[in-house]
């Protein structure tokens, strides 16, 4: 669906100048789910920005098969508007779009889907982050988009939030199947989670990891403790870039 090539990306900070990227390769297939890993500072945030199109590689290019994919982004905070309810927060981008009713029914299913059938009234300052992220995710999913980025959106949660909501993540993949980027710096997160593991360090792709592991996946399994070693010994040490 997606051919990054060659991507770089390089910022001016107080006169110095800072790499952000390199030589980025990456196809996303459609329907794929694939996380990106690494540790603070690795250009994670930066990557997804060029994929969004909400910034411009210096080099390098972004080919899609087709027409543009619609996509959606959930960022690590909800960033909802706090004077709306769930329904409505959900609705917002549908606004002149569709007729009322037909908004009505889409954003009924993506409630109920996402488990926020009883807090459609709700106003954002009732939620908790768990409760938000959920519907920053749904306020996603409504627009239906071929393409799904998602910025750490599971880290200010709690660790059994964080869970349920991965396993519920990886079930609405399986249900409407969207490409799903996901980046975080969890290692453990990334092997919960995608079909590809990407890893990145220093603004390069120093590994690509296949997780052959059927979902959902356990966190405690030993082929889940095998790929995070992988992962981690790749990132810590990092080799020559594939
Ligand atoms: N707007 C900007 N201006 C200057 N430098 C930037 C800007 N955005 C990012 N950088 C720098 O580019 C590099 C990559 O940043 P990026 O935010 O993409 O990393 P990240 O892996 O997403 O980090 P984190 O996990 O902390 O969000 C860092 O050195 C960062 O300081």
């Not at 990227?21 to 996380?35: K, M």
């Not at 994670?44 to 982004?73: Q, W």
């Not at 459609?120 to 300052?125: H, Q």
């Not at 982050?129 to 998602?150: K, S």
Request: proline share 5%; charged share 25%.
């Amino acid at each position: 669906m997606l051919e990054l090539s060659n991507i770089g990306k390089h910022y001016d900070v107080a006169g110095r100048r800072v790499s952000a990227l390199s030589a980025i390769d990456l196809t996303l297939e459609r329907g794929s789910f694939t996380a990106i890993v690494g540790r603070s500072g690795c250009g994670k945030t930066t990557l997804l920005r060029i994929m969004a199109g909400l910034g411009s590689p210096d080099t390098g290019e972004i080919r899609h098969d087709g027409a543009a994919p619609r996509i959606g982004v959930v960022f690590q905070e909800a960033r909802l508007m706090p004077w709306l309810d769930v329904s409505a927060n959900i609705a917002f981008g549908l606004r002149n779009r569709l007729d009322h009713r037909s908004i009505e029914e889409r954003v009924s299913a993506i409630l109920e889907v996402t488990g926020l059938a009883g807090f459609r009234r709700a106003m954002p300052l009732q939620l908790s982050g768990g409760m938000a992220q959920r519907v920053a995710l749904a306020r996603a999913l409504v627009m239906e988009p071929d393409l799904l980025l998602m910025d750490e959106p599971f880290a200010a949660l709690d660790a059994f939030t964080r869970r349920s909501m991965q396993n519920e993540l990886v079930s609405l993949w399986q249900a409407r199947r969207p490409t799903i980027v996901f980046v975080t710096h969890d290692v453990e997160e990334a092997v919960m989670l995608g079909e590809t593991v990407i890893e990145l360090s220093a603004g390069r792709i120093v590994g690509r990891k296949a997780i052959d592991i059927a979902y959902p996946r356990d966190p405690t399994g030993a082929d889940e403790a095998l790929c995070r070693r992988a992962i981690l010994a790749r990132l810590l040490s990092p080799a020559e870039p594939d």
